[in-house]
């Protein structure tokens, strides 16, 4: 078992004849993703991949010819918004954003409407989702995880790299990898990802890689001491991070003496969690279990 | 990107909130003029992006257009927390009976704007929300619908404004929120919005902060960035699309993504070193943006090692290493680098760095030692 995604998605990508979209629609072609349609207003119609996939105008007309029942989106900030609404009016059930910089309320916005769907939103600015040897959706390299035990959740991309390359290196797998995203808002947060790996069989152990800004890892604290009974490992990043400097991720601010990565850090240790003092360490926590 | 007092007020007097009369000066014989111009007691106030410029000396009251002119020459000379003052906005003095906070920002907890007021105006409001947080009232704002009068009514309430005022605190609060929603900020605060002797509710200070990823959709907004205000090394990366924020430490680092560029901070103040930045290169980064971040590090003159930590998944590693060695051949560093280069086309980005004369490690941890003992050994000769 896994999480999210499994042999029965069926992907559309939208941005698909992008320089993004294009690149990784291949790589998850090769890892195995099953992608039945991609969309670019203007450019329905047309066949990309060798031939392979599909392309349509609309989210809509992909959906109801290609049965698609997942969504990974790549196209610019300035029309990633509107892709989402699209993907939610179409009623996909999952939606996946990778795009960067969508302006936050804007996002407020689309959030709202996405979660008065039945659908779910994963991201935006997040790098996707990997079930090792299955399905991958996004843009994790899916040559540095092997299927095992160990469920992931992240609000970084290349921190979960540095993290599953390591696990990887013990010959720890994973079962899902869930990248929420680094904005202050998203659609879907570690709360929501940690009861699915609570009930998921396949996952034994889960990972939880946060960072300054918000509260979203505090709230996951909390989540983990009450309704938990699977061990949880951490990482937070930021520990050196000065406050009221924004350190790459939108989100990823300390303001008004809220964010800390200690408060985070101290937060996780109450409820149980096992901190790591740094990323390669959460690999020896697991491996020594 | 903050905007300046004068900046901020211009905005909301835009969407009908009341401000003093008053106009920016960038000297003193313009100072004069303005203050002729209001011909009564003006207030000559700093426009620095940073808070503290009140205990600094950087408000000060003038009587005359000539004193006003003394004050600004002063206050033009300052330095407020290493930032050099180049412009005074000068106001009418207005004095206030009652001093009231009142600000929107995005609840990120909510997903949602908050609109925050408290009776405790005119100082620090996050030293009020930890001293008395029952004196700060905060009411949760539909992303769809936008502030209700009922919502700012209840606030008015809720803060004790006598009745009177109501009606011009609910007309100011929907001002701010509609320039807050306008202008994609992330706070937009009046601090303190005031009660004049004169009876009416006036916005004495503002301050706005506005959201970097909605500044496309402002070109008019964006124009107002202070360039002077930054560290020049952050402009520069602004200009390459990178992330780049100064620090105090010794270790210069480059690495591609947020949360890896943090825990590779981390890494080597846990091993006893500081960084001596953060700089993310991004997400599939060209050789040129590579070269433009590591021109950055290495002339910084605090630097006296450089931690390059790329881990390709959407980057690839040759790309990097075609961007790190024309910064190296223009350069010429003095100070090692050492580099820890992994995932996508690794070994075409390694056999290219080959060539250069860099240390390459295989883990971060290895990367973060050995860039410290490095740091502490240059301290040492």
């Known amino acids: 078992m896994s999480i999210f995604i499994d042999k029965s998605t069926r992907l559309v990508v939208q941005g698909i004849t992008g320089r993004e979209g294009f690149f990784h629609s291949a790589q998850m072609l090769e890892y195995g993703t099953n992608i039945v349609a991609g969309v670019t207003p203007g450019k329905g119609g047309e066949w990309v991949l060798e031939g392979k996939v599909p392309v349509f105008d609309t989210v809509k007309l992909a959906v109801e010819t290609t049965g698609a029942n997942c969504s990974v989106i790549f196209v610019p900030a300035k029309f990633a918004a509107d892709a989402i609404l699209e993907a939610a009016d179409a009623e996909v059930p999952l939606i996946v954003c990778i795009t960067e910089g969508i302006p936050v309320q804007r996002m407020m916005k689309v959030q709202h409407f996405v979660r008065q769907r039945d659908v779910t939103l994963i991201g935006p600015n997040c790098p996707g989702l990997l079930t090792p040897g299955i399905s991958k959706v996004g843009i994790i390299p899916g040559t540095i995880a092997k299927s095992g035990n160990v469920g992931i959740v992240s609000r970084s991309g290349t921190l979960t790299y540095e993290v599953l390359y390591a696990l990887k290196l013990k010959g720890k797998g994973v079962s899902t990898c869930v ?48 309704h938990m009974t699977k061990p949880v490992v951490g990482f937070i990043a930021g520990i050196t991070a000065p406050p009221g400097k924004r350190m790459g991720h939108a989100g990823a601010i300390v303001e008004g003496g809220t964010g800390l990565a200690s408060d985070k850090i101290t937060a996780l240790r109450k409820a149980g969690v096992r901190v790591a003092d740094w990323p390669g360490q959460i690999a020896e926590l697991i491996a020594s279990k | 990107m903050k905007l300046h007092e004068y900046q901020s007020k211009a905005l909301f007097a835009e969407h009908g909130v009341p401000i003093p009369r008053g106009a920016v000066a960038s000297s003193a014989s313009e100072a004069i003029v303005v203050a002729q111009d209001l011909g009564i007691r003006v207030v000559v106030k700093a426009q620095v992006l940073v808070g503290g410029r009140g205990k600094a000396g950087g408000v000060r009251l003038a009587d005359t257009p000539k004193e006003a002119g003394e004050l600004a020459a002063r206050i033009l000379a300052m330095k407020i927390k290493n930032l050099p003052v180049r412009k005074v906005l000068v106001d009418e003095a207005v004095e206030p009976i009652t001093e009231i906070y009142l600000g929107v920002t995005n609840d990120r907890s909510a997903n949602r704007p908050v609109l925050i007021a408290s009776a405790e105006g005119g100082v620090d409001i996050e030293d009020v929300a930890h001293t008395d947080p029952e004196k700060i009232v905060r009411i949760s704002i539909h992303p769809l619908l936008g502030l209700q009068e009922f919502q700012a009514r209840y606030l008015a309430s809720a803060i004790e404004l006598p009745r009177d005022y109501w009606r011009d605190f609910i007309r100011i609060s929907r001002g701010l929120f509609e320039a807050y929603v306008d202008s994609d900020a992330t706070l937009a605060e009046i601090n303190p919005l005031v009660i004049t002797k004169n009876d009416r509710l006036m916005a004495l200070d503002g301050k706005v902060v506005l959201d970097d990823n909605a500044l496309f959709l402002h070109p008019d907004l964006a124009e107002m ?18 992330s780049y924020v100064k620090l105090q430490g010794t270790i210069g680092c480059m690495v591609n993504g947020a949360g890896l560029a943090m825990a590779s901070m981390d890494v080597i103040k846990l091993m006893g070193g500081e960084p001596a930045n953060f700089l993310d290169i991004g997400g599939g980064a060209s050789a040129e943006k590579v070269t433009a971040g590591l ?12 931690l390059i930590n790329v881990f390709g998944g959407i980057t690839l590693a040759d790309e990097v290493a075609r961007g790190i060695l024309p910064a190296i051949a223009d350069e010429k560093p003095k100070v090692p680098l050492v580099v820890r280069l992994v995932g996508t086309n690794e070994e075409e980005g390694q056999r290219l760095l080959a060539k250069a004369k860099m240390i390459t490690v295989s883990t971060l941890e290895e990367a973060a030692q050995l860039s410290v003992d490095l740091a502490k050994k240059g301290n040492v000769e």
């Open chain 1, 179 to 226: 990248g929420i995203g680094g904005d202050p808002v998203n659609g879907t947060d570690f709360v929501d990802v940690l009861g699915m790996f609570e009930d998921d069989p396949q996952t034994e152990i889960v990972v939880l890689i946060g960072e300054i800004g918000g509260s979203d890892e505090e709230r996951a604290a909390e989540f983990i001491g009450d």
């Open chain 2, 225 to 242: 960035r202070d360039i002077d205000e930054e560290v020049p090394a952050e402009r520069d990366a602004r200009k390459y699309g990178l």
């Open chain 2, 295 to 306: 021109r950055i590090i290495l002339t910084d003159p605090n630097v006296k090692v450089v």
